[in-house]
């Protein structure tokens, strides 16, 4: 029945009909549009498809750049009905054939698919339907293609077109490389009368001129269709407390779908738990689900309105729901690719939708190390981390993130007006100053360390392993206290996405400085750097601050000693800590100094301060031992 109705419709629009119409050049479009009615019910193409359509039925070799959700697929589906040979789609996931050849076989076209998961049965049927011409497209794995069998099978067939969905998956270039899809290059030669096609959405240059180098040696024309997303909203928030900033991204958006990505599998667990308990819908979904945990969130997702995905990078793939109102990453994707890929899943149906991005420097330290421990040579290394640069640069931007995100495709673009940076710009400052601070701190401490100690060695943090190294002994020491923590860590961040910081894994996470880094500290260069909007300096806090860790220390004379100061400087009307900092008070209340001698060795007592304030201290320390004394004696 099914092939019935589709051999009516397909003689309708037979290629010799459409050859014909074609070549004397009138009513193609027309008739195309029909077929496009016919066959699948849209009654306009969208951007882009019909040029590649008719590039496919001219047979010519062709490699299609389009962003997710471009509606890649009936760019070759739509040929492959009107051709009159039979089209070989090859696909790396058998999830991603199991729902085009459903998605097909609902529109009761002539598709099937075989692959590893069918039994061999079902696969031998599939075979003979495509044998006898009853069924036109045939999806198939690579690795089933390329077996000496199958394909002295199809040289018997008249195949007319091969098509390499997802076909950055060919190159070494592309973020996910699969070795079995290198051999796809092989089917130019063994069948001289086919053509190809090959499909994907994320592909650099190099990437391109490598897919076309493979699989149509070099002679394949490259269709590019911008990868803007005019109705995806882009926004970067910086960590500090994801529970909290979650609850603040999702406010508003109990109703809608959307997909949170997180990084690992424990994680969508922990974060799904805890939307759970504060009143959202949401589900869990990672790899090392049982395949029925997560066809069955799958499903829920795409039938139950309002609920939220909280998956890793194996949610996706194939995911064509159309109003998926927001994408949350809760920390940094592995590449530009990737992370375009996963927000490129928001408002396919063209209404408005937003991405959010949460990251810190924690996400930056663990992608590095997934990209070190991970397989592949270290040129694949080297590139992954170039990746990854381009989107740590891409979320320290201060100007539109559109423009970022695009400009790594290599496409140029007005500013969105639609991105947080466009919203509410970042004001920038010379920073060079604090640069060099920071710079100088890192490489007088050998560039052995990580960002934590840095900080505290600009800070004056005399923590212990400050002390250990002797690092509160350097120029350097306490030199950046009249900046907060978190600017310091902030400027961290804005140094590595500029380039001029990187992080040696090979030293546990040190901070190094970069040749461009290097100009900085010189002079040579200045540092432009985005406002930090992060509290004022806590220093003077540690003035009513007393660290647990002084064990010597006695605490009733601490706070004679301090009740001595707050005389005095009511006296003197002034700050207390102009007189001594706690810190000084601390050490006296340790060391409890007998003499004036001994009292000048306490830090922060000088030769002034002990004219002026020696004798008086000194007494109420001995005032203090005498008291003692006298306890210990009755
Ligand atoms: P891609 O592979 O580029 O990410 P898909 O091929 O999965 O995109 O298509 C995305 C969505 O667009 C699908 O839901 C598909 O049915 C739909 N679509 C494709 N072409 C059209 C069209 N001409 N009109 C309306 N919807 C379309
Ligand atoms: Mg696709
Ligand atoms: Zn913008």
Request: hydrophobic fraction near 35%; aromatic fraction near 8%; charged fraction near 25%.
């Amino acid at each position: 029945m099914a092939g019935l109705s589709y051999k009516n419709k397909y003689e309708r629009y037979s290629l010799t009909n459409y050859k014909i119409r074609y070549f004397k050049r009138y009513d193609v479009a027309e008739d195309l549009k029909k077929a496009l009615k016919t066959y699948f019910g849209f009654s306009k193409f969208k951007v882009g498809q019909e040029e590649i359509v008719n590039h496919l039925l001219k047979r010519n070799n062709l490699l299609a750049v389009m962003p997710t959700g471009s509606g890649k697929s009936l760019c070759y589906q739509l040929p492959a009905l009107l051709l009159n040979g039979r089209t070989i789609i090859v696909s790396p996931l058998i999830a991603l054939m199991d729902d085009q050849v459903a998605y097909l076989q609902s529109l009761k076209l002539p598709a099937d698919k075989i692959h590893s998961n069918r039994t061999y049965g079902e696969n031998a049927s599939v075979w003979r339907c495509f044998m006898d011409g009853s069924t036109k497209i045939l999806y198939i794995s690579p690795e089933r293609l390329m077996t000496r069998k199958m394909l002295e099978a199809l040289g018997n067939l008249p195949i007319e077109m091969f098509v390499v969905d997802e076909a950055h998956c060919i190159s070494k270039w592309g973020a996910s490389f699969r070795p079995e899809y290198e051999r796809l290059s092989e089917i130019q030669e063994m069948f001289p009368d086919a053509f190809l096609s090959a499909f994907t959405a994320t592909a650099d240059n190099a990437t391109r001129q490598d897919i076309v180098q493979k699989l149509m040696a070099g002679r394949g024309r490259v269709v590019l269709q911008g990868f803007d997303r005019p109705n995806l909203s882009l926004s970067v928030i910086l960590k500090n407390n994801w529970k909290r900033q979650l609850l603040e991204v999702l406010d508003g958006r109990r109703d809608v779908s959307g997909i949170i990505y997180t990084l690992s599998r424990k994680d969508t667990e922990i974060v799904s738990d805890f939307l759970n308990n504060k009143g959202f819908t949401t589900l869990p979904y990672h790899a090392g689900q049982e395949g029925e945990v997560r066809t069955s969130s799958q499903d829920r997702f795409m039938t139950e309105p309002g609920l939220i995905m909280v998956a890793t990078i194996a949610f996706g793939m194939g995911i064509d729901k159309p109003d998926i109102r927001f994408v949350v990453h809760t920390s940094l994707p592995g590449s530009m690719e990737a992370f375009y890929q996963e927000i490129g899943r928001a408002g396919r149906d063209d209404h408005a939708a937003d991405t959010i991005l949460l990251y810190g420097l924690d996400d930056l330290v663990k992608r590095r190390r997934m990209i070190e421990q991970g397989a592949g040579d270290d040129g694949h290394k080297f590139r992954e981390n170039k990746r990854l640069d381009a989107l740590l640069a891409y979320c320290e931007a201060s100007g539109c993130r559109k423009k970022a995100l695009l400009s790594y495709f290599g496409e140029e673009t007005d500013k969105c007006g639609n991105c947080d940076n466009c919203i509410d710009p970042p004001e920038l400052f010379d920073g060079t100053v604090e640069a060099q601070i920071l710079l100088s701190a890192i490489t007088r401490t050998g560039e052995y360390f990580g960002r934590v100690h840095v900080v505290d060695v600009i800070l004056g943090s005399s923590t212990d392993k400050v002390r250990k190294r002797n690092h509160d002994k350097l120029p350097i020491f306490g030199k950046g206290q009249e900046q907060s923590k978190e600017f310091w860590m902030a400027l961290i961040r804005q140094l590595f996405a500029s380039g001029d910081l990187y992080i040696d894994l090979v030293r546990h996470g040190a901070l190094r400085i970069t040749e461009s880094g290097r100009k900085i500290l010189s002079g040579e260069k200045t540092f432009r750097c985005k406002k930090i909007i992060a509290p004022k300096s806590k220093k003077r806090k540690t003035e009513t601050f007393v660290p647990s860790n002084h064990t010597d220390l006695n605490q009733d004379l601490f706070n004679q000693l301090k009740q001595l100061r707050l005389s005095l400087a009511q006296e003197k009307k002034v700050p207390a800590f102009v007189i001594f900092s706690d810190r000084t008070l601390i050490e006296m209340a340790e060391k409890k100094p007998k003499t004036l001698p001994d009292l000048l060795l306490i830090n922060g007592v000088g030769d002034k301060k002990l004219d002026q304030y020696g004798r008086i201290f000194l007494g109420s320390i001995l005032e203090h031992l005498s008291q003692q004394d006298s306890e210990f004696i009755t």
